[in-house]
């Protein structure tokens, strides 16, 4: 595992503690688009390639995260040199799982889809959660609709509750 | 798949550190996925730059709570630039950022982590084994068992992690306070790293969190002003109580699971307490 230089004194375990849920997060954003990629793998990786590695702890964030950037470009040039260079169509390969990318890309075009449904069928309800999703609070809610908090919260609850059923059941919101 | 962008609160305080926990979980890239379906991609023309302004330095040493409600929303209304911000939070983010409380997804991932570096740290010695021959190796792998066999007799006497590690509580009067008290909550959070499944197992790891305890009651924490003091002994009785009941309850028939989600909670919300005092001023 990597160490700061002894004037910090600092131990890997403590530089893991402090860094590795960041890390880990940033490593899974960065390798999104490729869902094959396993963010916890690279994020291992990562600390078993820093291993002999010592720098002062002042510039342990930057060291880090510069050697997680460099990782995941790797990752991802890799799995780009797997395509078919005429066609640029990736070689099948049962490794992969693009079938789960396909999945989460209609589950997100669904929930759109669910909500103009909710537009239909509950406007008020639709409303509400676009207005909390696009970042509007309860209270300018209330204003702009002339309606109580109570009453927000109902249509709100039960917008969502109609959304995840029609999301995940594919029922009518 | 989760539709995680519909667990969004809609109170302005609880959005703030809802989408702070977001930045540094694991479900960004769900999260603005799911808003751009909702919301469209926004506005090309908008940056992080344009939006934030001047705040810019502002979120990354203490988060949201430095941008108003209309920054917030054109956030969420560019969802694409939430990744942007993450990876400026992540290169370039505070000591705020890392006292933020992470989500049990992100906790149990990197303990995976962990626990897959610590069984990988004795892999070396095997190494050494099979460069060396076979005879030579039976020596050395004698050699190894013995040193083995101390360490884990001298671990089972004195376990070395949380407050009963012998670092854990090194202070001296010139010692940072925040720092101190994050480093107590740090330790605390080894309390995850093992996860007994049998009531004998999860006695004997619930006593030595008890026993961490006991060492922070009776330690002088030089590095503490009395006001800080006074609360972390309070405080330490208090979780002391929590976990003495949690062991009685075991002692009593409690499920091992039960009471070790328990005793999750009653950490949790010490560590939370630790943290939020690091930050709070005394005089």
Request: hydrophobic share 40%.
């Amino acid at each position: 595992m990597p160490s700061t230089g002894s004037s910090t004194n600092v131990s890997a375990r403590e530089l893991f503690d402090q860094w590795a849920p960041r890390l880990l997060a940033f490593l899974k954003t960065k390798l999104r688009t490729r869902p094959e990629i396993d963010a916890e793998d690279a994020l291992y990786d990562l600390w078993v390639k820093c291993a002999e590695k010592t720098f002062e702890q002042e510039e342990s964030q930057r060291m880090l995260f510069a050697a997680a950037r460099n990782l995941a470009i790797d990752l991802m040039r890799k799995k780009a040199a797997r395509q078919w260079p005429e066609t640029g169509v990736e070689k099948i390969d049962p490794a992969d799982q693009p079938h789960e990318k396909l999945i989460t890309r209609e589950k997100h075009a669904k929930l759109a889809d669910c909500l103009k449904k909710l537009d239909a069928a509950h406007p008020e309800q639709a409303r509400i959660i676009r207005a909390i999703l696009r970042g509007d609070g309860y209270e300018v809610v209330c204003q702009e609709s002339n309606m109580t908090p109570a009453k927000a919260y109902k249509l709100k609850f039960n917008g969502i509750a109609s959304l995840r059923k029609c999301v995940e059941g594919g029922g009518e919101p | 798949m989760s539709i995680i962008a519909l667990d969004m609160p809609s109170e302005r305080d609880e959005r703030i550190s809802w989408l702070e926990k977001q930045l540094i979980g694991l479900e960004l890239g769900g999260l603005t996925s799911q808003l751009e379906a909702v919301n469209g991609p926004g506005d090309s023309s908008q940056t992080l730059d344009t939006i934030l302004g001047d705040k810019q330095t502002g979120v990354l040493a203490g988060g949201f709570s430095e941008l108003n409600d209309k920054q917030i929303a054109q956030l969420l209304t560019h969802p694409r630039l939430l990744l942007e911000l993450q990876e400026c939070v992540c290169e370039r983010g505070g000591a705020y950022w890392s006292r933020i409380e992470l989500t049990a997804g992100m906790r149990q991932a990197v303990d995976r982590v962990r626990r897959r570096l610590d069984v990988q740290a004795v892999v070396p010695e095997r190494t050494v084994i099979a460069r060396i021959g076979p005879w030579l190796g039976w020596v050395v792998a004698a050699a190894i068992a013995i040193v083995v066999a101390v360490n884990w007799q001298s671990s089972r006497n004195d376990p070395s992690w949380g407050w009963l590690r012998p670092d854990a509580l090194a202070s001296s009067a010139s010692t940072d306070r925040g720092a101190y008290l994050n480093r107590l909550a740090g330790s605390a959070n080894e309390w995850f790293q093992v996860r007994p499944t049998d009531r004998t197992a999860a006695a004997a790891r619930i006593s030595e969190l008890r026993r961490g305890c006991t060492r922070l009651l009776l330690s002088e924490h030089p590095g503490l002003p009395p006001a800080d003091k006074d609360w972390l002994l309070e405080r330490c009785q208090v979780w002391a109580g929590k976990l003495d009941q949690q062991l009685a309850f075991l002692e009593s028939g409690m499920e091992a699971s039960q009471v070790i989600a328990q005793v999750d909670e009653t950490v949790n919300a010490l560590i939370k307490a630790l943290r939020l005092r690091a930050t709070t001023n005394v005089s």
